[in-house]
């Protein structure tokens, strides 16, 4: 089961999660040339192994465990990570698609600043 990034990443991507990642999973990384337009970063669902690194390194914990641990509520951002893996233009067009849809639909969790805004996915 791959690890999560969700909503706490926007507005924060910051990559201390790619600079802790022992396999390079997590994208885009600062030197690629998709990280200037990406919202978010994402975990490749494949590539992850689980190891767990990332999620105390991420200042806004952001990253869940699963897909299982992930709230309902972020699950188009499930699926965000998992197309982006991808790696070409239009995948990375329809994950950026799909972070727009949860922003959208979602305008009560996004409203709460970055840092809290793990904290608050229970109430919603
Ligand atoms: S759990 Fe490990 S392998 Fe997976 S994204 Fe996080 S640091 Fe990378
Ligand atoms: S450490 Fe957290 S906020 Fe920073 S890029 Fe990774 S998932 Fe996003």
Same mark, same amino acid.
């Given at each position: 089961?791959p690890f999560?990034?969700?909503?706490?990443?926007?507005?924060?991507?910051?990559?201390?999660c790619?600079?802790v990642c022992p396999v390079?999973c997590?994208?885009?990384?600062?030197?690629?040339?998709?990280? !200037?337009?990406?919202?978010? +970063?994402?975990?490749?669902?494949?590539e992850c192994i689980d190891c767990g690194a990332c999620v105390p390194a991420?200042?806004?914990?952001?990253?869940?465990e =699963?897909?299982? !641990?992930?709230? =309902?509520?972020?699950?188009? +951002?499930?699926?965000?990570?998992?197309?982006?893996? +991808?790696?070409?233009?239009?995948?990375?067009?329809?994950?950026?698609? +799909?972070?727009?849809?949860?922003? !959208?639909?979602?305008?009560?969790?996004?409203?709460?600043?970055?840092?809290?805004?793990?904290? =608050?996915?229970?109430?919603?």
């Amino acid at each position: 089961m791959p690890f999560i990034i969700t909503d706490p990443c926007i507005e924060t991507k910051d990559t201390a999660c790619v600079d802790v990642c022992p396999v390079d999973c997590i994208h885009p990384r600062k030197d690629e040339a998709e990280f !200037a337009e990406a919202t978010m +970063l994402y975990i490749h669902p494949e590539e992850c192994i689980d190891c767990g690194a990332c999620v105390p390194a991420c200042p806004v914990a952001a990253i869940y465990e =699963s897909i299982d !641990a992930t709230p =309902s509520h972020q699950a188009t +951002l499930i699926e965000a990570n998992a197309v982006y893996r +991808l790696g070409d233009a239009d995948a990375m067009a329809q994950a950026e698609a +799909l972070v727009q849809q949860h922003v !959208a639909a979602h305008p009560d969790i996004m409203a709460i600043p970055a840092a809290e805004r793990q904290a =608050s996915h229970a109430r919603f």
